[in-house]
């Protein structure tokens, strides 16, 4: 198949495109690479992926409509994976025309484009963040998720909203992953875990939020991927016999950690200990996330099998590996 991925030189597009190339798929790739956080790791998950057969890149902004267009017209697209957009939460509270711009515009021209070139599938991320204030737990894809607390989940709701109208009016198959808490080799830095690993090397503190009692759903980088490309592979699902146009699943680990876990564990693998600056919760987070994955599971045999210890052994050996460049 010919597959648009967006963000292709961020964390999941990167892998992503990696694991699609592995089986024959051919990739269109684009991102802006902007700058949200450091440039040149994006740049050196491109050049994993520049020169692979099979691979081209497009420098392009989501937002740039004429752009977006003329992507379209120029390739016909089997599936879209679009995995594009501004993330992080804290962010969203200082920068959010970002999110207006990247998330919601950038959502619409892709949207158009597979409205009027014939797309069979898309393919979108959408977040944990969606679920917000809610308590009930674990999240599943059928509670109600109107209490966001950041705009970062309100861009990835609106996503979730505007793809429901374009299945029900054009009648192709969207699919939306609700992500949650992603980690591994090749990270964000935004993310808490790397934000710790630079701070521990360079004898710096780390800032604990919520005084450290906090929850996380973290998903391994790979077990993510094997979801992803289980749903391009498979493609949408059917109900009654009809393509459904837009359903949503959740791409977790159905196992929430402790944030102080997950820094004991992190503290050991760099054989270092951290210096805690415990400060309270911060807007726009929330307390727990934990992922019910059992429609992903029974519809795509969805099953992640790395445990929070084996992940960051692995991320700390790519970091340590890369920062020695």
Not at 44 to 73: I, P
Not at 252 to 262: A, H, S, T, V
Not at 273 to 292: C, E, H, I, R
């Amino acid at each position: 198949m010919k597959i648009l991925v967006t963000g292709a030189a961020g964390f999941i597009g990167f892998f992503c495109c990696q694991r699609l190339l592995k089986d024959g798929h051919e990739i269109v790739g684009i991102d802006n690479l902007n700058s949200y956080y450091d440039v040149r790791l994006k740049h050196a998950r491109l050049a994993q992926l520049e020169g692979k057969a099979r691979f081209s890149f497009v420098k392009l902004d989501l937002a740039d409509r004429e752009g977006m267009a003329a992507l379209f017209r120029n390739h016909h697209f089997d599936v879209v994976l679009h995995l594009g957009a501004q993330a992080g939460v804290r962010y969203s509270l200082d920068n959010p025309f970002a999110y207006v711009d990247s998330n919601l515009t950038g959502t619409l021209t892709v949207l158009e484009g597979c409205r009027h070139h014939g797309v069979k599938h898309l393919i979108y991320a959408s977040s944990s963040s969606v679920y917000g204030a809610n308590t009930k737990q674990p999240f599943a894809v059928e509670d109600r998720v109107d209490s966001p607390v950041s705009l970062y989940a309100a861009t990835k709701k609106a996503d979730e909203l505007m793809c429901q109208t374009y299945a029900h009016l054009y009648r192709f198959p969207i699919t939306g992953l609700r992500f949650f808490t992603v980690y591994g080799p090749w990270g964000r830095p935004d993310m808490a875990y790397f934000k710790f690993a630079n701070a521990i090397m360079a004898g710096k503190p780390i800032d604990v939020y919520n005084h450290g009692d906090m929850k996380r759903d973290f998903t391994y980088i790979d077990d993510i991927v094997n979801g992803v490309v289980a749903i391009v592979d498979k493609g949408p699902m059917s109900s009654g016999g009809e393509s459904a146009p837009h359903r949503v699943y959740n791409l977790g680990n159905n196992q929430p950690e402790q944030l102080m876990d997950m820094i004991s564990l992190l503290e050991a693998r760099l054989g270092v200990s951290a210096t805690k600056n415990f400060l309270p919760m911060q807007p726009g987070d929330v307390y727990s996330t934990y992922a019910d994955i059992d429609a992903t599971h029974k519809d795509y045999g969805f099953s992640p099998i790395t445990s929070l210890a084996i992940g960051l052994e692995r991320f700390v050996d790519w970091y340590g590996q890369y920062y020695r460049q």
